[in-house]
C-alpha cells in the first residue's frame, strides 16, 4: 500500500513537471493513462503532501507544480496565489469566505494550512471556495486585510 502511494506520488509529481496540468480531473486522467487509479479525495491529500500549488504558464494558464522553497517564502507564494486565483474575500463575524478560480480553493488552503498562521483556527476548501476560521472577528479581519491587499494588485 506505501509503495502504491510514493510511485502514484512520483508519477504525479512527473506528470505535472512534463505537462500543464490545471486541475484535478486533468491529473486523474493523466495519472489514468500511466495505469494509476485514485480518487479525487486521494489526488487532493497528494496535491497537499506533494506541495503542489499553481502558477502561471508561459500561455498565462494557471497549471499545477511543485512547491519550491527557494528563495520564495510560503508567505510570499500565498500572497502570489492570492493575487492569481482569488477573486472575492467577504468577512462574516470571525469567519473569511473567499471565492477564487475553479479547482483553486484546495490548493490555496493548503499553503494557508502549512503557514499555521495565528490568526487561523481551520479551513474548509471546495471547489472554489474557502471557508476561513479564526478564533474571534479581530483575526478574521486581520486575515481578510492580507486577502484585500494581495487581491488589490490584480486590479
Aim: charged residues 25%; aromatic residues 4%.
Amino acid at each position: 500500500m506505501k509503495m502504491k502511494k510514493e510511485i502514484r506520488q512520483a508519477t504525479i509529481e512527473q506528470l505535472i513537471s512534463q505537462q500543464e496540468i490545471s486541475n484535478q480531473e486533468e491529473l486523474m486522467q493523466a495519472l489514468k493513462q500511466k495505469g494509476i487509479k485514485a480518487t479525487q479525495a486521494t489526488i487532493s491529500r497528494d496535491i497537499r503532501e506533494l506541495r503542489i500549488v499553481k502558477e502561471q504558464g508561459i500561455s498565462g494558464k494557471l497549471h499545477y507544480a511543485v512547491f519550491k522553497d527557494d528563495p520564495v517564502s510560503e508567505k510570499e507564494q500565498l500572497y502570489a496565489n492570492i493575487t492569481e486565483m482569488v477573486i472575492e474575500a467577504t468577512q462574516v463575524q470571525f469567519l473569511n469566505v473567499v471565492k477564487t478560480l475553479p479547482h483553486s480553493a484546495n490548493v490555496l488552503t493548503a499553503i494557508i494550512d502549512d503557514l499555521e498562521l495565528p490568526e487561523v483556527v481551520g479551513t474548509m476548501a471546495g471547489y472554489d471556495t474557502i471557508i476561513i476560521i479564526s478564533r474571534d472577528e479581530q483575526a478574521a479581519a486581520q486575515v481578510n486585510q492580507i486577502f484585500l491587499n494581495h487581491m488589490q494588485q490584480s486590479e
